[in-house]
């Protein structure tokens, strides 16, 4: 029997500014910190967009997510367009932000396994990709095809949906940085796999 799912609604649009798609590649380095990491930690309270991008080969937490967790790994981040300077030891780790919903049904989102630019970047890109990877193991879709109308717009998982919003072409939800009191109470549910992300494979 199939549960139907109450749609979480989103907090209300706020203007975000962009960030060319990337490619990765991870190197070993030392130990990372979760906090204070090149200024990059962010803002408890900030809302922003997390908006659908296959071409970012990993997801990037930008300043609406919180690192939890370092892995101990950083990658430099190249600009889709060629001629641009890579951003260099960016972070990879866990990463939380919280969605809210309009029905009291707030929840942490967890995604391991991203980047982590934190102040950095206004706006996160999630690779469709990488979640898809984890939550068909729930018999969980992500659908950014909003000329479908056989499946719900958004991810959905057995715990929860999220609808996606249109602007022009860009495909996203939005949601908050949570606090420490908020990761800790509230219910996680986690969109990408801890295992060592590899998008080449």
């Known amino acids: 029997m199939e549960m139907a799912l109450e749609p979480v609604r989103i907090a209300a649009n706020r203007p975000s500014a962009g960030l060319a798609p990337i490619r990765c590649g991870a190197r070993k380095i030392g130990k990372i910190q979760p906090t204070g990491s090149q200024g990059r930690d962010a803002i408890e309270g900030t809302i922003g967009r997390n908006e659908m991008d296959s071409m970012a080969d ?3 937490a930008g300043a609406n997510w919180r690192m939890i967790e370092a892995t101990g790994l950083t990658c430099d981040v190249y600009p889709f367009k060629e001629g641009y300077e890579a951003v260099k030891d960016v972070p990879i780790g866990t990463c ?10 707030d929840f942490i989102l967890i995604g391991h396994e991203m980047l982590y630019f934190g102040r950095d970047m206004q706006r996160s890109l999630l690779n469709q990709n990488q979640i898809r990877a984890h939550i068909r193991h729930d018999r969980g879709r992500v659908q950014d095809d909003y000329t479908r109308d056989d499946e719900p717009f958004g991810i959905q998982t057995c715990e929860m949906y999220i609808p996606f919003s249109l602007d022009g072409s860009a495909v996203y939800f939005e949601c908050r940085t949570p606090s420490n009191h908020e990761i800790e109470t509230l219910p996680h549910i986690v969109i990408t796999s801890k295992e060592r992300w590899d998008p080449h494979a």
């Open 58 to 60: 990993t997801s990037c």
């Open 96 to 105: 939380a932000t919280l969605v809210e919903g309009e029905d009291g049904r």
